[in-house]
Structures are given as C-alpha cells and as structure tokens.
C-alpha cells in the first residue's frame, strides 16, 4: 500500500474574544490572514493556499487510486473532522457555563 500520511493543521476558532471584531467583516478574513499558519476557520471557510494544497492532494490520490471522485472524498472527510472538533468545543462551552452558573471554578 501506500505510505502514511501526517498533516499539520491549525484550526483557529474566530468566535475567539481575539477575533471576533475582525470576522464582522466578512468570512474568509481570518483564513487568508493567518493562512501561515496553515489554516481552516472552523465555522468559515479554508484559506486559499488550503483550497489549493487539498485539490493538489485530491488530485494525486485520484491517479494513484485510480477514483476521480478523492477529492470531494478528501474534503468531505476534514469536512465532518471539523464538526466533530466544533461539538467538542460545544460541549465544553456549555459545561464551562454550567459550572460557572452554579459557582463552581474548574481547573
């Protein structure tokens, strides 16, 4: 088979207090200004050095296992990734209210 694969993403979070302001200008502002980091905005849209890098990936997976349709694949998969991080973050937003509400600090 083939080799493994090992990809670095960073996912920032922009209803983050930091970015908030910026995103009230449009989506995708985020992407492209820290798309450096190699970035996905997890509630927007990818940056568009990403877009590229995954259609180049998508491209190549395609030739070597011969089914055209790996690049929608490839985009459906980090697709469903992301909102299953976002339900993580989800989840520990309510908890962090929730212990908030009744006093109780977490560490």
């Not at 970015?19 to 985020?30: F, Q, W």
């Not at 200004?33 to 998508?58: C, H, I, P, Q, Y």
Request: aromatic residues 10%; contains cysteine.
């Amino acid at each position: 088979m083939g080799k493994p694969l090992v990809w670095d993403v960073t996912v920032v979070i922009y209803l983050a207090d930091s970015y908030v302001e910026r995103v009230a200008t449009g989506t995708g502002h985020i992407a492209e200004m820290v798309a450096d980091r190699k970035l996905v905005e997890n509630l927007g849209t990818f940056s568009l050095s990403a877009v590229e890098f995954l259609s180049d990936l998508g491209r190549r997976l395609s030739f070597h296992s011969g089914e055209d349709r790996e690049r929608s694949f490839l985009f459906q998969r980090l697709s469903v990734s992301i909102q299953r991080f976002n339900s993580v973050l989800f989840a520990q937003t309510i908890c962090q209210r929730r212990y908030k509400l009744i006093g109780i600090q977490r560490v």
